[in-house]
């Protein structure tokens, strides 16, 4: 009965929310409305949405803090090297990022993490799906980026989408 009512509940909890900004009004009424739409959404697109995945609440929230961690901090790195590393001394490259995520849903989070840290874009997957193309503003040793990436983020993806 639940799972008919709210089919997407993090979809209803997102779409409350971004009612409740955008109307920057904190009455009865507009939570309401919220309500009824974030509520109405999910239950009338559920049927586009066939295979939900599953996601682990607390690594996820976990993944969250060391997302919002490591932008903060690659926001210095990156000021660091604009400000105090001459052009010649950059060495930009472009990292194979060999993918063990299976689910869409989890690659597209890996994607779109890389892509949020500064001095990185996530620019294509593969045709078949098996590796990410990332752009590093400065990786002396892509070897070693692509661990790093792997071993920070698709690790804890992996233990988020089982």
Known sequence: MIRRLLPHPGLTALLVTMWMVMVNDLTFG???LGL????AVPIFTAPWWPGRPRVRFLPALAYAGLVLWDIVVANFQVAAIILFKPTRDLRPA???V????SSP???TV???TISLTPG????DVSACGQYLLVHALHA????????KVKARYEARLKEIFP
Do not use: N, Q, R, Y
């Open 110 to 112: 890996f994607a779109g």
């Open 30 to 32: 507009t939570l309401f």
């Open 94 to 96: 472009w990292l194979t």
């Open 36 to 39: 009824v739409v974030g509520v």
């Open 120 to 123: 990185t874009v996530s620019a």
């Open 140 to 147: 002396p040793d892509p070897a070693a980026e692509v661990a």
């Open 105 to 107: 849903e989890a690659i």
């Open 98 to 101: 060999p993918l063990e995520l």
